[in-house]
């Protein structure tokens, strides 16, 4: 190995450890700041040249993350995310129905906008609810975080590491959903089934509820014509039409109002999330271009990843080491020498996601439900979350794969 060799070496393992822990003891640094410094790294010592970091950053992934994030912040500062949600769970009379009222509706919301902000919205509604009614906020709490991993399976659009992969990999709306949503389906029912049985005690008692949640101001012509744009969003994604063209032109007719300040939008937009996906780009483009060789790129076939177990089982537990999004650039290089690449690239979407329900630390979505369980006096814990995760993930993991490797 060259001394080039090595110095990208050490930048990707230190960005990579940098990313998954998420921080850097003793600095200020977040997992945005830490993928730049290492695309910066990776210029500085020659690795990639600046118009090679430029043609490294797959602007289609970014386009589509950021129409999707102005859409999903129309949604929730109109009031449409609360009113739904709201309009749901007043329908739930007992425990029972409450899951399946909060797991449905968090998991179909997923499939087509991001889950993350998802769970941001869903986890006040279900905090103020479990509070109002003098019922566990746990079980419910629980069923949000999961909901939305497994929900946002369905589509490329349901989370930023499908939205990567749909971007990588070709594979159209259609067939992405065709393959994946049955999956998503499975997962939200075992989402139900687990709790359930998990938190008995919470389901067996009879109770009548009556939850009223309070739907705040709304925005009615701003919710109006953000469903509308929601609905043509999937009418073009189904035609065919590029998702990150149909997200930011989507996302840009939202802007045209007159009631909502655009500030109150920009503030939505996860802006350090774009910027460490453009950093892991160069990072990732950085080490293929001084460590990549045919023989590390055939060494795929000597790990058996044509395998479909095999790569699932992988990806699942490359997702719990470094995270979901870095774990899916790391494996972009030896897909495409794959036997069947498109086979490959839907499990390790599948598998880079359910792996996720496996700890509270293994998605985004579990730390964001996490936060929202302290303001309910009744902190979620590693343990609590670990009881339904092990058995969920492990279930729709097999399932999952059993269906990918049946129906390819």
């Known amino acids: 190995m ?30 945005a700041g830490i ?46 995310f609360r009113g739904l949600g709201a309009i749901a769970i007043e329908h739930a009379h007992a425990p029972f129905m409450l899951l399946v ?10 499939a087509f906008l991001v889950n993350d902000a998802i769970c941001l919205v869903m986890a006040p509604i279900v905090v103020h609810v479990t509070r109002v009614i003098n019922r566990n906020p ?11 991993n497994c929900g946002s399976v369905a589509t490329i659009t349901g989370n930023p590491q499908n939205m990567v992969i749909g971007a990588l990999s070709g594979i159209s709306y259609p067939a992405f959903s065709a393959a994946l949503a049955p999956v998503a389906l499975f997962g939200l029912v075992a989402v139900i089934v687990i709790v359930r049985i998990v938190y ?17 101001r709304m ?13 043509g969003l999937a009418v073009a994604f189904f035609a065919g039409v590029p998702v990150a063209k ?35 780009f160069v990072v990732v483009a950085g080490a293929e271009k ?6 590390l790129v055939a060494s795929a076939k000597n790990l058996g990843l044509d395998d479909v177990w095999r790569l699932s089982g992988f990806t699942a537990v490359l997702s719990n080491i470094m995270s979901n999004v870095p774990a899916v650039l790391a494996l972009r290089p030896f897909i495409p020498g794959l036997e069947n690449p498109e086979r490959a690239w839907l499990v390790v979407a599948m598998s880079s996601t359910l792996a996720g329900n496996f700890t509270l630390l293994g998605s985004v979505a579990n730390l964001i439900v996490a936060e929202q369980s302290k303001t309910a006096g009744t902190p979620l814990s590693f343990g609590a979350f670990f009881k339904v995760g092990l058995p969920l993930t492990l279930i729709t993991l097999v399932a999952g794969t059993a269906w990918l490797a049946l129906g390819f």
Request: hydrophobic content about 55%; proline content about 4%; aromatic content about 4%.
């Open 290 to 295: 001084t460590l990549l060789t045919p023989d």
């Open 35 to 80: 993928a730049l410094l290492g695309g910066a790294a990776m210029i500085a010592i020659g690795a990639i040249s600046m118009e090679d970091a430029y043609r490294a950053i797959n602007f289609d992934t970014i386009t589509l993350l950021l129409g999707m994030m102005i859409v999903v912040a129309h949604l929730k500062v109109s009031g449409a």
């Open 219 to 231: 925005h009615r012509g701003q919710v109006l014509k953000a469903v509308i744009v929601c609905i």
């Open 246 to 280: 149909a997200a930011l032109i989507g996302g840009a007719i939202l802007l045209l109002t007159r009631a909502i300040k655009p500030e109150r939008i920009y503030r939505e937009i996860d802006g350090p999330l774009l910027f460490m996906f453009a950093g892991l």
């Open 138 to 148: 746990i079980p419910y709490l629980i069923a949000t975080a999961t909901a939305s």
């Open 200 to 216: 008995r005690a919470e389901f067996t008692r009879t109770a009548e509820l009556a939850p009223h949640v309070s739907r705040g």
């Open 2 to 31: 060259t001394l080039m060799g090595a110095a990208a070496l050490l930048i990707l393992v230190l960005t990579y450890a940098g990313v998954a822990i998420g921080r850097i003891p003793g600095l200020r640094l977040d997992r």
């Open 101 to 110: 009222m909060v797991t449905l509706l968090t998991g179909v919301l997923s």
